[in-house]
């Protein structure tokens, strides 16, 4: 709509306008945060930084990243507790065998979220995480608590407080325009987001499910799901 037409509508008009193009708009306010910081030393940054220059060829000196995209996950875990647990240690466990030729720098993400809806920051959101193939040299995650043992059992706390968060993301920084479901990582490959070097490198995601999805984006729908 040209900008000559919107005057002559009035607050009240263009409050139903931006209310039928953003519903989520309507309420702009950050969310409540909790700080609970995973370790990030010494170990944790060199890591990082040695993962940054072999997977994306990037040669930096420090781990800040400009958010271009957020990544929802579930921890597949019953806890917040037993989340943080496994994020905390700067070196990924031996469990991990699954992808530990790739890197020893542990797993993480920016957010993790509680099944009632609590949102705990666990590391600065321009800081990179692993937690996405490919993306994570511009990827802010957000782990939502439970899909343990594969169940579909994100709850609608959980679903508000992602959309309030991903809102407020959004916003803060506007470099972000795409918001995905881990499960739909691949959708990058071949575009100028996606950075990874190695070809063989690739793991099989489903997290957080379709579903949960489908009604995260039906409340932040102006962020786009494929480059």
């Known amino acids: 709509m040209p900008r000559s037409l919107l005057y002559p509508l009035g607050a009240a008009a263009l409050l139903i306008l931006a209310a039928a193009l953003f519903p989520l708009y309507l309420s702009p306010k950050t969310p409540d945060i909790v700080e609970r910081p995973i370790r990030f030393g010494p170990e944790r940054k060199s890591l990082t930084l040695a993962y940054m220059k072999e997977h994306y060829g990037i040669d930096a000196n420090d781990t800040t990243i400009t958010p271009r995209i957020v990544v929802v996950h579930h921890t597949a875990t ?5 989340a943080f647990r496994a994020f905390d240690p ?3 466990p031996a469990s991990r065998g699954d992808i530990a030729g790739a890197s020893a720098l542990n797993v993480s993400a920016h957010f993790l979220v509680d099944r009632d809806g609590t949102i705990y920051r666990l590391m ?3 800081t990179m ?14 782990e939502n608590v439970g899909g343990a043992e594969g169940a579909d059992d994100l709850t609608k706390a959980q679903l508000k407080a992602d959309a309030e968060l991903v809102f407020y993301l959004a916003t803060k920084y506007p470099t972000i325009k795409y918001l995905i479901g881990h499960y739909e990582y691949r959708k990058f490959e071949n575009s100028p987001l996606w950075k990874e070097k190695n070809p063989a490198y690739r793991t099989e995601k489903h997290d957080p499910s379709e579903r949960f999805m489908k009604d995260l984006r039906r409340l932040v729908h102006n962020l786009r799901a494929e480059p």
Do not use: M, Q, S, Y
């Open 78 to 82: 019953k806890t917040a507790d037993e």
């Open 129 to 142: 995480a692993r937690h996405v193939i490919g993306l994570n040299w511009c990827a802010i995650g957000i």
């Open 124 to 126: 600065p959101e321009t």
């Open 90 to 92: 700067e070196r990924l």
